[in-house]
């Protein structure tokens, strides 16, 4: 069964210190793994998908990096809007389901 | 574009009641998700559908019904409400089940079932 599991549950920031998110996965042959990004009330919003093991994808301060067993999320000086929670989510090609981490809760202080 | 929406916004049900929750889409996807978001258990798939006429199961499918009749809507049916589905309910779309998997989330919609 595919699982995903997310590490640290909470992350408190000041602005400007760098840091990394962890999102272990086990799956059965990786269709994609993907980042998202939830601010609270509302749904998730789409950061990045990753396909392969050595990819790495950027946006703005954000940056993800995929191995075979983890993927991670760094955060390179952030600012305080930059404070939400941060998804994973795996798909495999065995089935359609695509399996969330409980997130890990990032707060930036200035 | 609207991209997706949900109706209700909040609702609250007694024990053994029915309802439908609204998903619709502007965007032309085919594929067509429900999830559920319980604290410390992230998103759990309920229902999916890859395209009018065809849907399956998630995770989590017990108590909750689906149907696709238009690529634009994909209602979510609580047959006999339980307390154990008091939770945040988000619809999502996407074009295809393959390639970026980049999915669309409406903002959602919070039961509470007494």
């Known amino acids: 069964e595919d699982q995903v599991t997310q590490s640290p549950e909470a992350l408190r920031l000041q602005e400007g210190e760098s840091s990394s998110l962890n999102c272990s996965y086990t799956v059965s042959g990786l269709r994609g793994l993907f980042w998202y990004r939830q601010d609270p009330g509302k749904g998730p919003e789409f950061l990045f998908t990753l396909y392969s093991a050595g990819e790495e994808k950027e946006k703005e301060r954000l940056k993800a990096t995929l191995t075979k067993k983890e993927s991670f999320l760094h955060i390179t000086a952030p600012k305080p809007e930059d404070s939400a929670t941060y998804l994973c989510?795996?798909?495999?090609?065995?089935?359609?389901?695509?399996?969330f981490g409980a997130g890990t809760r990032l707060t930036v202080k200035p | 574009n609207a991209g997706v929406t949900q109706t209700p916004k909040f609702q609250v049900l007694k024990t053994g009641q029915s309802m439908t929750l609204q998903c619709a889409q502007d965007m032309n996807h085919e594929y067509m998700s429900w999830y559920r978001q319980d604290p410390g258990m992230g998103l759990r798939l309920i229902h999916y559908?890859?395209?009018?006429?065809?849907?399956d199961q998630g995770e989590v499918p017990n108590g909750y019904n689906v149907s696709r009749s238009t690529t634009e809507d994909f209602p979510l049916r609580l047959l006999s409400a339980a307390p154990s589905q008091t939770s945040v309910y988000f619809c999502?779309?996407?074009?295809?089940?393959?390639?970026?998997?980049?999915?669309?989330f409406g903002p959602g919609t919070r039961l509470t079932v007494t």
């Open positions: 559908s890859v395209g009018a006429g065809i849907t």
């Open positions: 999502a779309s996407s074009y295809a089940l393959g390639g970026g998997g980049e999915q669309y």
């Open positions: 989510a795996v798909r495999s090609y065995n089935n359609n389901d695509m399996r």
